[in-house]
């Protein structure tokens, strides 16, 4: 499966909980697939999805989903130290590992090569740490939701990607659109 | 005057209540006062960029955040400055140690002090520079400035406002 294939698969379950969305591409992706004010698309900031859907998760207390990437993750690789020092059980970081830095042409990441992400995470001191199949991802993301635990997961998948186009939505539209979100 | 404790005091006293940190010797004082206060949740980042991350979901969340950190770091942030705080229009007081500036012992410091206020003025951030202790007075005011733009803010804190390095 491709990232957009997963995303479409596991819309359904996120839907209705808060989500910050990785640049490029997932959101695009996301936007186009379901579409909802409890979504909060990154334009701009390779690698932040983790620590702004870390900082709402410690600042209230819905259930929240990082949307991230391999490539991201390895772009701020400083936040699984900070995410497992700090945890909160109404996190979750869902890393789409595709080993590949998809928005940019598919050139591959390391994390395609040799690291592991979920290795890493573990030595961060991450403690609910799952790598699962693209096609078993459903019921470990409801699971991961469900649980008063963090939980990291790492997704490995196929690179690829599906034509689409970018979000013109207005930043500032959608950062009000999601904090009443937040507030509802 | 404890000026850590008078900065913490006016972080409290504006609901400031999420705060991250990149150590530097000058603002250890305050960093404590911050981690030893009940009313504000502190997290140290592992770099700048991170915790100004953090800080964007903190305050849509809800909280009003604050970041402190070292003027070496600005370089490291001006992405996520311009295209996440900016962009989405959100608050941040950046309270910064002004490393290289005067009383400044250490001279690479001083590399990145002649491009701190050029940096933060082609950003179009509205910047403060306390050099005498007298000027902390001020901070409560920025802090109120801060959250009324939705703008990120710097206020640079120099050596000489900190007391100097003593023996070194």
Same mark, same amino acid.
């Given at each position: 499966m491709i990232r957009s294939e997963i995303l479409k698969e596991i819309a359904p379950i996120i839907r209705d909980h808060l989500v910050v969305c990785n640049i490029g591409l997932p959101s695009q992706e996301l936007h186009m697939i379901d579409d909802q004010p409890t979504n909060f698309y990154m334009l701009g900031t390779m690698g932040l999805s983790s620590s702004i859907g870390f900082g709402l998760a410690l600042a209230q207390d819905k259930p929240v989903i990082s949307i991230d990437g391999d490539g991201s993750v390895l772009t701020n690789l400083g936040t699984l130290p900070t995410i497992a020092n700090n945890a909160t059980g109404n996190y979750t970081l869902l890393i789409i590992d595709n080993g590949s830095y998809g928005s940019t042409g598919d050139q591959p990441t390391y994390a395609g090569m040799k690291t592991s992400l979920s290795a890493v995470a573990t030595a961060c001191g991450c403690e609910n740490v799952i790598e699962v199949q693209d096609k078993d991802l459903g019921p470990v993301l409801q699971s991961a939701i469900d649980s008063d635990e963090m939980t990291i997961i790492v997704c490995k998948c196929d690179s690829g990607n599906i034509k689409l186009p970018v979000i013109t939505m207005d930043p500032v539209v959608i950062r009000h659109r999601f904090m009443e979100a937040v507030k509802a | 005057m404890n000026i850590d404790k008078k900065i913490v005091d006016d972080l409290v006293a504006n609901d400031v209540s999420f705060v991250t940190t990149v150590p530097c010797k000058q603002l250890a004082g305050v960093i404590e006062e911050v981690e030893n206060r009940d009313e504000i949740f502190h997290i140290p980042s592992n770099k700048e960029d991170e915790g100004m991350g953090l800080c964007a979901g903190a305050f849509m969340g809800g909280k009003r955040p604050m970041i402190i950190m070292q003027n070496t770091a600005l370089g490291v942030t001006l992405n996520t400055l311009a295209t996440l705080t900016q962009f989405y229009r959100m608050p941040l007081p950046m309270l910064i140690s002004y490393r290289g500036e005067l009383r400044e012992p250490v001279s690479c410091q001083v590399e990145m002090a002649v491009h701190t206020k050029a940096l933060l003025a082609q950003l179009n951030i509205p910047t403060y520079h306390f050099h005498?202790?007298?000027?902390? &007075? &001020?901070f409560d005011n920025i802090l109120k400035y801060t959250f009324m733009s939705n703008k990120p803010v710097a206020i640079l804190t120099d050596a000489n406002f900190w007391g100097g390095y003593g023996d070194q």
């Amino acid at each position: 499966m491709i990232r957009s294939e997963i995303l479409k698969e596991i819309a359904p379950i996120i839907r209705d909980h808060l989500v910050v969305c990785n640049i490029g591409l997932p959101s695009q992706e996301l936007h186009m697939i379901d579409d909802q004010p409890t979504n909060f698309y990154m334009l701009g900031t390779m690698g932040l999805s983790s620590s702004i859907g870390f900082g709402l998760a410690l600042a209230q207390d819905k259930p929240v989903i990082s949307i991230d990437g391999d490539g991201s993750v390895l772009t701020n690789l400083g936040t699984l130290p900070t995410i497992a020092n700090n945890a909160t059980g109404n996190y979750t970081l869902l890393i789409i590992d595709n080993g590949s830095y998809g928005s940019t042409g598919d050139q591959p990441t390391y994390a395609g090569m040799k690291t592991s992400l979920s290795a890493v995470a573990t030595a961060c001191g991450c403690e609910n740490v799952i790598e699962v199949q693209d096609k078993d991802l459903g019921p470990v993301l409801q699971s991961a939701i469900d649980s008063d635990e963090m939980t990291i997961i790492v997704c490995k998948c196929d690179s690829g990607n599906i034509k689409l186009p970018v979000i013109t939505m207005d930043p500032v539209v959608i950062r009000h659109r999601f904090m009443e979100a937040v507030k509802a | 005057m404890n000026i850590d404790k008078k900065i913490v005091d006016d972080l409290v006293a504006n609901d400031v209540s999420f705060v991250t940190t990149v150590p530097c010797k000058q603002l250890a004082g305050v960093i404590e006062e911050v981690e030893n206060r009940d009313e504000i949740f502190h997290i140290p980042s592992n770099k700048e960029d991170e915790g100004m991350g953090l800080c964007a979901g903190a305050f849509m969340g809800g909280k009003r955040p604050m970041i402190i950190m070292q003027n070496t770091a600005l370089g490291v942030t001006l992405n996520t400055l311009a295209t996440l705080t900016q962009f989405y229009r959100m608050p941040l007081p950046m309270l910064i140690s002004y490393r290289g500036e005067l009383r400044e012992p250490v001279s690479c410091q001083v590399e990145m002090a002649v491009h701190t206020k050029a940096l933060l003025a082609q950003l179009n951030i509205p910047t403060y520079h306390f050099h005498w202790q007298k000027d902390v &007075e &001020e901070f409560d005011n920025i802090l109120k400035y801060t959250f009324m733009s939705n703008k990120p803010v710097a206020i640079l804190t120099d050596a000489n406002f900190w007391g100097g390095y003593g023996d070194q």
